[in-house]
């Protein structure tokens, strides 16, 4: 790697929507949250788990509150259709004496017995339905269900805090640990990576934890709980039940090892569709310039094909499930209603133990489907997790010295004495570099792109640590100061011209928060900002959107200036500070810099070799190697790289 | 919604067709509880075991005529949603790509992107699940209504109680829990920007030593948005445990009060039983439908952002009659040319008059914003003219097929737009039938050749998208390579120059001298240098020509020429 790690900020943070291929399809329609695509595979499940546990440890008195609901409410819901079927079972006893009564009533009257017999049978004691019992049994009914409902809410409510606060909890954490890592480590990935491991990843830990988990509890007690209730009415048919059961579960099983190549090519396409769209879109000017729609066209048209081939099959697979699972289960309904109605029949069981076994049979493939989801929804959240912790185990930036240096007034002198320096160890990109830029110094760098210009900056600012050797301001090596107070000497624009989403005013602030509003004023005057500023809808109150692309890239740049004029720093960084806006602008900026550089140092890098003509020091750089050095006068009269490149502004002319 | 569902129509049969399956499936599974009252009422309570096993027969093969239907319904509901998935996701791009860049500009690629990608795919999802739901439940409802009306009509009194409960209820949570969905993206949205912002601008936030000030608003950002999840986490807590209630209580109400008519001889027991099942069936079916209630207004918002982009009118179209000049005479001509955004306040250009012919150079400079790019997209048509002519080989523009006319001009755009696939098919792009000396013919001109023979696999090195494994000035060179190896009648560089060094540029410049003999050139730079030897100078100062000549006449005549040069070159280079 050359010194490029400088010089590509925000290359992933704009990608824009279609991050990635997962995004497209999500949820995949009914069916779709028992059937996702291959399942992540966490690395190490056991060490992960051991590091989430104590999170959830911090709030063990509350988890285990929540574990006790969780049962009872499933316990107290289990018991219903027991009790009903009992209420149903008194009916039934009432209605077969009935019946038996006007069976006899009727016999003795068909038979022609004596008149005496049928008066016998006509005022025998006329059975009553048991209105009062069932009565009693339906309130006691109505009584767990409030209570299960009640509990389950408790339950439900509690787990809400839990949840969201482990989740804030990680993520402060994590945010503290990014504040800690050195730039080597966002410069070697994407924002886009970093920032879907603090949103998505944290987001899938919560939803875990707040749903899956109680989940969890509620269905392995509801299966346990509703195999022991079927077991006591009926050994045979729970037996039924249970060979219902591996049918659903293989079935299941079976559809989604099918599946999974369908999804795989659903996923590949959709991948391939989201990367051409992007890329037609982005270059829509050179598309349509070099008359390629209809190239475009065809290409989307085949992939979108594709995906329609291996889209519908996946679909289609992922809703075979659900109808499978209902022929299931309504397989075992028809068989309890046929053994169930052989066996009331022969009275060896009651009618309301079929209605009950009906009803637990209902409630069994739920738990059942869930429990085999949750272990893929573990895994992936064990993934999640595994990824926020590989960012907590990143090593740090080096901690602060401990008896840091400051300087009560800085004059600016820097050295670099004999500085070694690399991206990567193997890579070694400055291998002995001594430059000295005296107190009020010009110093402008000049160079071919990865000659390591950016590279003086990260290492000025600390951004990274030097290999060896060490710079020095004001005579005190950088690594004896807080890193605080050490870039609070420096003044830095940046080619890369970031700002936040806030009012203009703020954004100026940013170089000097405390500054006051006058201050502010004085500086967008000096950086020629305020003429534009005030020419917005919303002045200095206007507010940059999230790309600030309400302003142009020039006046972005402008806004950067004002922020470090403001900042007012002993020594100035200008990493081609001016390369946005247009050349007339510039020489007004100029001015405004010359101002600001008089009697301060300042490193200037700069392509358009006029602006930096004036420098009382220009490096030249090629390869981290400084070739030439020396004022502009002096470097022509050389007549080496310097002179070349000077002169070849003017190539034709001559 | 209801417009997009136009897309429908190839699939109308299998619409027809699936709501026939699904007829069938809610016959079946409304029939079940009905067989089984059967069974209870003439089986168990009268010990009849024939009737038993006839009855159980029957109910198997029902369950069975219920799982083939509904197999077959989620069969056509994956045709039809993926189908219309297509044909949308297709017409829409088809569109988009006839976009001129004034459409395109005002709807914004990354928003274009999301429209042909996610927003498409919310609809299909949502059209799965509709086939399933919105069909099915309805008729399931009904149907429940009416066979449980069948079994008792007094006992059906209860519904006519629960089934408000429920409603009331769920549109009330629903009422509640929905903004605060809204308000929890939000706060999402601020996390997630708080979070990038602090990431884009790490080295910013390190310089000026915000690093407190950014974790203050992290944490804020977090603390708020754990602060609405946690609210919307308690109301929904509520959401189970009361659905649940209401459906428990329903079936104990059928208990009771079914067990009163029953005491009174007034229905059965089985019947009794077949009730409570169908009040289940019945609550289920309306709450699905409130589920999809909650789905629709998601693939609403994107139905309308996908219809936005097809009734969109392109503004640069194809006229009736195309006329194809006489003859290639790569002249390039502009007469009183001037042009507006709709609705813009003032021009971007205003009288704009030019001629380039062949073999000429024309150049064109200015400050940011001046309309320099504006005016180089007029001549391929990403634009129209809103007065005034642009001509090339004397027609006007809007009088040729965009087709013919682009096939004239290689263009370099600003922003260097290179494509993933290898050096090689990224020249290519500009002349597809290119031989492999004319596409490094053209890389030796554009001085793209050193490189790209020095990259691991030469010229069928792999680039990335948006060719991130190259610098800008080797993007800038590739994209101008593609557009030489075209060979056109006109060239025009918006600005393409920006990225290489000095040598580099000068280079190129002269190698492309000879290339371009007998093409019209134009170029829009902002630097002097690459300009200066022009045969014509065209100096726009917010969208006005303010000056026009060569450099020498320039110097003399024109103020804000003067300025430019002032600022970018020393004393005695001016001289």
Redo the contacts between chains.
């Keep these: 790697m050359s010194a490029g790690a400088g010089d590509r900020p925000a290359s992933g943070a704009n990608r824009g929507p279609g991050r990635g291929p997962g995004g497209m399809m999500g949820g995949g329609g009914p069916g779709g949250a028992m059937m996702r695509g291959p399942a992540e595979k966490a690395k190490d499940v056991k060490g992960t788990l051991k590091r989430l546990l104590p999170y959830l440890a911090s709030r063990r008195m509350k988890l285990i509150v929540v574990f006790i609901l969780a049962i009872a409410s499933t316990v107290f819901s289990i018991v219903g259709p027991k009790i009903m079927g009992k209420a149903i079972t008194k009916l039934a006893d009432g209605f077969l004496a009935v019946v038996q009564y006007i069976y006899r009533l009727m016999y003795a009257i068909n038979t022609n017995q004596p008149a005496s017999a049928i008066e016998a049978a006509r005022s025998a004691y006329i059975p009553q339905y048991d209105m009062q019992y069932i009565g009693r049994l339906l309130l006691l009914l109505a009584g767990l269900y409030v209570l299960s409902a009640l509990l389950s809410f408790i339950m439900s409510y509690l787990m809400s805090g839990v949840s969201q606060n482990i989740v804030y909890d990680m993520r402060n954490q994590i945010k503290e640990k990014l504040d800690r890592l050195p730039l080597k480590y966002y410069d070697a990935r994407t924002h886009g990576e970093i920032l879907s491991r603090v949103t998505n990843d944290m987001d899938n830990i919560a939803t875990t934890l707040q749903q899956s988990l109680t989940q969890l509890i509620t269905s392995v007690a509801t299966i346990l709980g509703v195999l022991c209730m079927m077991f006591s009415i009926s050994p045979l048919m729970t037996l039924i039940a249970l060979v219902t059961l591996p049918l659903s579960v293989l079935f299941t099983l079976a559809v989604t090892k099918n599946s999974q190549k369908f999804y795989v090519g659903q996923q590949k396409a959709i991948g391939e569709l989201n990367g051409h769209v992007e890329e037609m879109y982005t270059g829509h000017k050179a598309v349509k310039v070099f008359n390629h729609e209809e190239e475009s066209i065809a290409h989307f048209q085949e992939i979108n094909d594709r995906l329609y081939d291996v889209g519908w099959k996946a679909q289609f697979m992922s809703g075979l499930i659900q109808p499978a699972l209902n022929f299931v289960s309504n397989l075992g309904y028809v068989f309890v209603c046929i053994l169930g109605g052989v066996l009331v029949a022969r009275r060896s069981i009651e009618v309301g133990d079929v209605q009950a076994f009906i009803q637990y049979m209902r409630t069994f493939t739920m738990p059942i489907v869930q429990t085999a989801n949750i272990a893929n929804i573990l895994q992936g959240t064990i993934a999640s997790a595994e990824r926020v912790f590989e960012v907590l185990d990143e090593p740090e930036e080096k901690p602060e010295t401990d008896h840091p240096v400051t300087l009560a007034h800085v004059d600016g002198h820097v050295e670099f004495e004999h500085v070694v320096f690399g991206y990567s160890s193997d890579n070694i990109l400055m291998r002995d570099m001594n430059i000295e830029a005296k107190t009020g110094q010009t110093v402008a760098i000049v160079g071919p792109t990865g000659a390591g210009k950016t590279t003086m900056v990260n290492l000025l600012m600390r951004f990274y640590e030097v290999n060896g050797g060490q710079i020095k301001v004001d005579g005190v090596n950088i690594t004896d100061m807080r890193r605080g107070d050490l870039r609070k000497i420096f003044g830095m624009v940046l080619q890369d011209t970031w700002l936040f989403n806030g009012t203009i005013f703020d954004n100026i602030k940013y170089g000097k928060w405390e500054a006051g509003e006058e201050q502010v004023y004085e500086a967008a005057r000096a950086a020629h900002a305020d003429h534009f500023i005030r020419g917005l809808p919303g002045g200095y109150q206007t507010i940059l959107n999230e790309e600030a692309s309400n302003i142009s890239q020039g006046q972005r740049q402008l806004l950067t200036i004002a922020r470090a004029i403001l900042s007012d720093p002993a020594i100035l960084i200008l990493d081609e500070a001016t390369s946005n806006v247009d050349t007339r602008t510039e020489v007004l900026i100029q001015k405004a810099m010359d101002n600001l550089m008089h009697e301060r140092t300042s490193f200037v890098i700069a392509h358009r070799l006029s602006t930096i003509k004036n420098a009382d020091l220009i490096l030249v750089m090629s390869r981290g190697a400084i070739i030439e050095q020396g004022n502009h006068q002096q470097l022509m009269d050389v007549g080496g790289f310097y002179a070349d490149l000077y002169n070849s502004q003017f190539a034709e002319e001559a | 919604m209801i417009k997009i569902m136009r897309y429908l129509k190839p699939y109308l049969f299998l619409v027809l067709l699936g709501v026939v399956v699904l007829f069938g499936q809610a016959a079946a599974d409304l029939n079940?509880p009905n067989?089984?009252s059967d069974?209870?009422n003439q089986?168990?309570?009268q010990?009849?075991?024939p009737v038993?096993?006839r009855?159980?027969v029957k109910?198997?093969v029902m369950?069975?005529a219920?799982?083939v239907c509904?197999?077959v319904?989620?069969?056509f509901?994956?045709?039809l949603?993926?189908?219309f998935?297509?044909d949308v996701?297709?017409a829409v791009?088809?569109k988009?790509?006839?976009?001129?860049?004034y459409e395109?500009e005002k709807i914004g690629?990354?928003s274009?992107?999301?429209r042909?990608?996610?927003d498409i795919?919310q609809i299909q999802?949502v059209l799965?699940?509709g086939f399933?739901?919105i069909l099915y439940s309805p008729i399931m409802c009904v149907g429940g209504i009416v066979m449980s009306l069948s079994k008792d009509k007094h006992l059906a009194m209860i519904l006519l109680v629960s089934l408000p409960t429920l409603l009331v209820i769920m549109v009330g949570l629903a009422s509640m829990v929905v903004p605060a969905f809204t308000t929890m993206q939000k706060k999402?949205d601020q996390?997630?920007?708080t979070?990038?912002?602090?990431?884009?601008?790490?080295?910013?936030i390190?310089?000026?030593?915000?690093?407190d000030?950014?974790?203050e608003r992290?944490?804020q950002a977090?603390?708020d948005l754990?602060n609405v999840?946690?609210r919307v986490?308690?109301m929904?807590?509520?959401l189970?445990?009361?659905m649940?209630?209401i459906m428990?209580?329903t079936?104990?109400a059928i208990?009771?009060f079914g067990?009163?008519r029953?005491?009174r001889?007034q229905m059965q027991?089985g019947d009794?039983?077949a009730f409570s099942q169908y009040a289940m069936q019945i609550m289920f079916s309306v709450l699905m439908v409130a589920v999809m209630f909650v789905m629709i207004p998601r693939a609403q918002a994107s139905a309308v952002r996908v219809n936005e982009v097809l009734d969109m009118k392109t503004e640069v179209a194809d006229p009736a009659e195309p006329q194809t000049p006489p003859q290639q005479s790569a002249l390039v001509e502009f007469r009183g040319v001037s042009f507006a955004y709709p609705g813009a306040e003032r021009p971007v250009l205003r009288e704009i008059s030019f001629v380039s012919a062949a073999g000429e150079t024309t150049a064109i400079i200015?400050?940011?914003?001046s309309g320099k790019s504006t005016l180089a997209g007029l001549i391929?048509r990403?634009y129209d003219a809103t007065e005034g002519e642009v001509l090339v080989d004397g027609v006007n523009v809007k009088d040729m097929a965009q087709?013919s006319l682009?096939?004239k001009?290689g263009?370099v755009?600003q922003g260097a737009?290179?494509?993933?696939g290898t050096v090689n098919k990224n020249i290519r792009?500009?002349k597809?039938d290119a031989s492999e000396e004319e596409i490094e013919r053209a890389a030796r001109t554009a001085q793209a050749y050193d490189f790209v023979s020095q990259m691991p696999d030469g010229f069928e090195t792999e680039i990335a998208?948006?060719g991130?494994n190259l610098?800008?000035?080797q993007k800038q060179r590739l994209?101008i390579a593609?557009a030489i190896v075209?060979n056109p009648e006109i060239y025009i560089f918006d600005d393409s120059f920006s990225a290489l060094?000095?040598?580099t540029?000068?280079?190129l410049?002269?190698a492309l001298k000879k290339e371009i003999e007998n093409a019209t050139v134009i170029i829009v730079a902002?630097?002097?240098?690459s300009i200066?030897?022009a045969d014509r100078i065209l100096v726009l100062d917010e969208g006005r020509l303010v000056g026009a000549g060569t450099h020498l006449e320039l110097l003399q005549t024109c103020e804000v020429y003067r300025?430019?040069c002032?600022?970018?070159?020393?004393e005695e280079?001016l001289a």
């Excluded at chain 2, 979070?195 to 910013?204: A, D, K, N, Q, Y």
């Excluded at chain 2, 200015?366 to 914003?369: D, I, M, N």
């Excluded at chain 2, 002032?566 to 020393?570: A, F, H, I, K």
């Design positions: 079940l067989l089984m069974i209870v089986g168990m309570l010990g009849d075991m038993i096993y009855t159980g109910m198997l369950a069975f219920g799982a509904s197999i319904a989620s069969f509901a994956a045709r949603a993926l189908g998935g297509r996701r297709s791009f088809s988009v790509e006839a976009y001129s860049l395109y690629a990354a274009l992107i999301t042909t990608t996610n795919t999802t799965v699940m399933r739901f999402i996390l997630n920007l979070l990038r912002e602090s990431l884009t601008g790490i080295r910013v390190r310089a000026f030593n915000r690093m000030h950014e974790k992290f944490t977090n603390r754990t999840a946690i986490n308690k929904m807590a509520s189970m445990p009361i649940t209630l428990n209580g079936t104990v208990i009771w067990g009163l029953v005491s001889m027991i009794m039983m200015g400050g940011t914003g391929p990403f087709k682009r096939a001009i263009f755009p737009i290179l494509f993933s792009f500009g597809k998208q948006g991130t610098s800008g000035g994209s593609r075209r060094d000095f040598k540029d000068a280079a410049r002269a902002q630097r002097i240098s200066m030897d300025e430019i002032v600022s970018q070159l020393s280079e």
